[in-house]
């Protein structure tokens, strides 16, 4: 019985990794595409700011950019989340980074990674993307972008001044996320927050 729990709740986390296999990369070696998606997470206790892991995966994005590798960043993340308003947050700091705000799109419904992919294609046509997070979470968002009909690759984001302790515990808690991760994608649910076609992605691109 406990081997078969253990291959129970271990299912999910390696259908995450092996469909994923073949799409994460680290920055140095990420392939280019038109939008980069960056998932929000908490913001600093000032709520102005970004906290590490989010500072890492924003200034992620800004090299990608900057590299000629990116052209549109989309920020999708909690507008009303418990730390702050995770995409306003993002886009501040992304112009901050030098990333031209005509070319910031942000997304204040991504409620969770599930939500962020299916409205990146959904709402904002995204077909075709770069998606950054840390190297723990970054499986589970290719699988359920790709299983949501967008081609994505994975980068992994930075992640100074993250302690160790922390991005452990938060590779324990994506194990267990891997659930919900393949529950959400047999189910097909649509996102919390639907909304209509929003053109913005394409019309940042089309600035050239």
């Given at each position: ?94 112009v901050e980074l030098g ?70 515990e938060k590779a324990v ?36």
């Amino acid at each position: 019985m406990g081997v078969v729990g253990v291959l129970l709740v271990s299912g999910p986390w390696l259908w995450t990794k092996i469909a994923a296999h073949g799409h994460v990369h680290g920055e140095a070696d990420a392939p280019s595409a038109d939008v980069v998606i960056v998932l929000g997470t908490e913001v600093a206790a000032d709520r102005r700011r970004p906290a590490d892991r989010l500072a890492g995966r924003l200034e992620t994005a800004a090299a990608l950019v900057r590299d000629g590798r990116a052209r549109v960043v989309l920020v999708s993340g909690d507008g009303g989340g418990a730390s702050g308003d995770e995409p306003t947050v993002m886009t501040s700091y992304l112009v901050e980074l030098g990333v031209d705000p005509g070319r910031v799109v942000a997304d204040p419904f991504g409620l969770d990674t599930y939500d962020s992919c299916a409205r990146a294609r959904e709402v904002y046509g995204v077909t075709r993307a770069l998606i950054v997070t840390q190297s723990y979470h970054l499986s589970r968002a290719v699988t359920l972008c790709r299983g949501l009909g967008v081609d994505v690759d994975g980068v992994a984001a930075r992640c100074a001044g993250c302690p160790a302790a922390l991005l452990a515990e938060k590779a324990v808690r994506d194990y267990f996320a891997s659930g919900k991760a393949a529950w959400d994608a047999a189910s097909g649910r649509p996102p919390a927050v639907r909304s209509p076609v929003d053109p913005a992605v394409r019309d940042a691109l089309a600035l050239g």
